[in-house]
């Protein structure tokens, strides 16, 4: 990596603070998420300091479980620091377009395969990468402050850190509509597609932090959950649950757009529309690597989205998608190509192909 960007990318740029804060308190090894400008992106030194501490605290008696968090209202995580990818590779820093993703897809799997209850306390934002650090986890919370999401079509991305097994694992159509759409939903819904383990009040959550400082075990843990946790109520995606299936269970963008067409209310039409503004590549893109993933285990899904995200890298749409929507804030990315029908099979079938 290039040494400039190592320092600028070292953990205290911000007002001279650390983007990980890190305590043992009572059983618990606590990670907050300190970012907050940034929403929490996820920086490359930020993926490297929590799988620091998750590897000292795996073995580390004194510690029961962990607990994940944000020292903002606003935001649990936007999503990976695609603003440094940006200057990666404007810089033409291959290795670390290389680093920040491996190393970012290592940790999800870290925390997939943890032997204690990793519990994410997802109180505000949680997209992108932010569900890669929460959603494999074991114990997943959110409230009545949750936004949910995968919008990386949005960028000329693809939903990646894992988003092939976890949206493969919803309900019916649902991990489609959201990975494909890249619309967000709420705590509620979050729980109903199964994403989220448990929900309580945001005001509750401090409450609920202090007990679980006494939990010992995985069973500890369920039990101050189960208590602290409201049951499933309605919501709009179960609302929306018969549209979705009906609209998403095709194996073509092509297709999925002519059934919505074929719907008569306003919600099948607002997604159509909505869709228009996102990259048509990558729409492909996130219905190829969903459906290719399903049943995979999450290693397989991971050791995937490392090859795909290699490949976009080498693209257009994903540099011009941060441009539109986090750099330049014109909301108005140039695709290419711009049009659905001129992106081929071939082009998809690229992206899967390993290079070297
Ligand atoms: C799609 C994305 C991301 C996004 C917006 C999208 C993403 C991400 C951010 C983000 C937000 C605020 C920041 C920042 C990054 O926005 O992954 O640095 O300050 O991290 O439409 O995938």
Redesign the pocket.
Known sequence: MDFSLALEQASFRESGEQEILSKVDGHAGVITLNRP???N??SLPMIREITRLLMGWKDDPRIGVVIVQSSNER?F????????VYEAHRKGDQDFMAAIFQEEYLLNFIISIYPKPYISLMDGIA????LGISLHGSHRIVTERTTMG???T??G?FPDVGAGYFLNRCPGEIGTYLGVM?ESISGEDALYAGLATHRVGSAEMPTVYRSLLRARSTGDVDDILQDAAGGQQDCWLQTYRDLIDRCFSFSSIEEIFKALQQESGPIAQAWLKGSIKKSPTSLKLALAVLRRTKGLPLKEVLALDFQVSQQCVKNHDFFE??RA??VDKDQAPLWKPSQLSDVTPEMIEGYFIPSE
């Open positions: 400008k940034a929403l992106a996820l935001a995580c936007a999503g990976g620091d695609v603003r440094s997209l992108g990468g932010g995968m919008p990386e949005g960028i991305f890249g998608g941060i929507v986090l």
